[in-house]
């Protein structure tokens, strides 16, 4: 039976109803109204007494899925739900701001340069070089006097990760979701403390742990075959070459953290091919991070239980083992949205429930708030013949393809002065260009209305004159045929 949040007239929670009748009357009559679709939820205009029953709110954690269940001292379930984090997309957001950070100081000091050499102000030609506190390394001295490093202004200590903090405001601001409908005071969170050494070997105890990675090898390579199985990282054949996947030229380790096993024509292919290389650092970093979401788990805990505490909540922490205990005793299933439920139970000494069958709800995290003005930015091409030959005049960082100037000098070496003058009147010169993010009213994650039925907006196209809803595949639908009813909180419920 459908369960329907109520509030009073001050948007404080009261306790839900199951009474569909009652409630459609008071919404005839004007005495309530609706303020949510989904969870169904009403405000109450009149006056009304504030009475509310104990309630807990069981915390499945998690870094990608997280469960979250309510239940009150009957054992009843009230709401429960299964979260999808984007949590995995913080450290692509942070690459993405970063490129934008560098690009836009790059410009900058482009500009100052140009004015330098324009005014005739530019630094002593006799200066080739500067050491600024904070670098390793001097600093090549263009027209004009570097600034300080950046990061030698920072004055705030103890800072956590993007996706720690990330990870610690999606649990908080799930729990001021839930506690805005429904009155709870309790919270228990189960506590997830991994261990990666056992989680590596079963066996291990005592002094073992006091060993390092590499105890019981001989040397790296030796490691490297254990645990690639002596097979190539990209392909299936025997290990031939052991290949340092971030060049020591460019400050890479000489770690088994660096050092990936290949077969001589995996190898060749990684320095020839950049897709290849690209696919090598992502298995390897696949392997280094195979706990990434286990240690990010244990560093936010212990700042998900004091925010929790902030809301005015009694948290109670529980384990893995307890929640396992429980589901055996009341013979609860395994799923997100369950263990939650099992987890809300702990306090309970019922000896037998019904268990429910939950019908959950589907949240969804998207991204909120994202500040950069340039949407895509095209570099600029060089074209022969209709053919890609070259691309920006000088190489970018980490640039594969040839440069202007690398393509010309190679050219002129291989056919000579003549067919150089000749073939520079044929090349095509496409600009770069930027694409810019249009204003518009829906973004992603917003509610929308479509022939009176609800849906969540996850993308736009056409310079923002047409949306893509979910549900609906990937047809486009004209932003003039939605109304919004609600914009991006954040936390979506599907």
């Known amino acids: 039976m459908q369960i329907i949040y109520v509030l009073d007239n001050n948007n404080n929670p009261l306790m839900p109803t199951k009474r569909v009748g009652k409630v459609r009357h008071w919404l005839k009559n004007k005495e309530a109204i609706i303020v949510n679709y989904k969870p169904f939820t009403i405000k109450l205009i009149r006056d009304t007494t504030n009475y509310t029953q104990n309630m807990t709110l069981g915390l499945d954690t998690g870094r990608t899925n997280i469960g979250a269940a309510v239940t009150n001292d009957d054992c ?14 913080v450290t692509k957001h ?65 800072l956590l990760p993007p996706t720690v903090r990330h990870l610690i405001l999606t649990h908080v601001n799930l729990a001021k979701k839930v506690q805005a409908i429904l009155p709870i005071n309790k919270v228990i969170i189960e506590v997830n403390k991994f261990d990666f050494q056992k989680l590596e070997d079963a066996t291990i105890s005592g002094s073992g742990y006091a060993k390092g990675t590499l105890s019981g090898f001989d040397n790296i390579k030796d490691y490297i075959k254990y645990i690639q199985k002596d097979t190539c990282l990209l392909c299936k054949n025997k290990i031939e070459h052991y290949h340092h996947v971030i060049p020591q030229s460019k400050g890479g380790s000489d770690t088994h953290k660096n050092i990936a096993g290949l077969c001589n ?34 560093i936010a805990m212990p700042y998900i239980i004091e925010e929790l505490k902030k809301l005015g909540l009694d948290v109670i922490t529980t384990y893995g083992y307890e929640t396992k205990a429980t589901r055996d005793k009341y013979t609860i299933p395994k ?78 070496h291989k056919y000579g002065q003549a067919k150089y003058t000749q073939m520079l009147g044929k090349l095509e010169v496409i600009k770069s260009t930027r694409r810019y993010k249009q204003k518009r009213e829906l973004s992603e994650g917003c509610v929308v209305l479509l022939n009176n039925d609800r849906f969540v907006v996850t993308g736009s196209s056409g ?9 609906l595949g990937k047809k486009d639908v004209s932003i003039k045929t939605c109304k919004l009813i609600k914009n991006n909180e954040g936390l979506v419920y599907l």
Request: with cysteine; aromatic share 6%; glycine share 4%.
């Open 76 to 89: 009843e379930c009230l709401y429960s739900a299964l979260v999808e984090t984007n949590n995995k997309l």
């Open 94 to 158: 942070m690459t993405e701001r970063k490129q934008h950070r560098q690009a836009s100081r790059r410009g900058e000091r482009k500009r100052k340069q140009r004015r330098a050499i324009k005014c005739n102000t530019i630094m002593n030609p006799k200066i080739k070089e500067r050491m600024l506190p904070g670098c390793n390394k001097p600093i090549i001295i263009k027209y004009i006097k570097n600034s300080e490093a950046k990061f030698n202004n920072r004055n705030k200590v103890n």
């Open 265 to 298: 024509s995996c190898h060749n292919r990684v320095h020839k091919d950049s897709n290849t290389e690209v696919k090598l650092k992502t298995l390897k970093v696949g392997i280094l991070k195979k706990y990434a979401g286990s240690s990010i788990i244990n």
């Open 335 to 412: 799923d997100h949205d369950y263990d939650a439920y099992a987890i809300s139970l702990k306090e309970n000494i019922a000896t037998s429930i019904k268990v429910p069958v939950l019908d959950s709800f589907n949240i969804k995290q998207y991204r909120r708030h994202n500040r950069a003005n340039i949407y895509a930015q095209r570099e600029r091409t060089y074209k022969l013949d209709g053919l890609v030959v070259a691309k920006n005049h000088n190489k970018r960082t980490e640039q594969k393809e040839n440069s202007l100037k690398e393509f010309r000098k190679e050219y002129l």
């Open 463 to 471: 310079a923002g004159k047409y949306v893509r809803l979910l549900g």
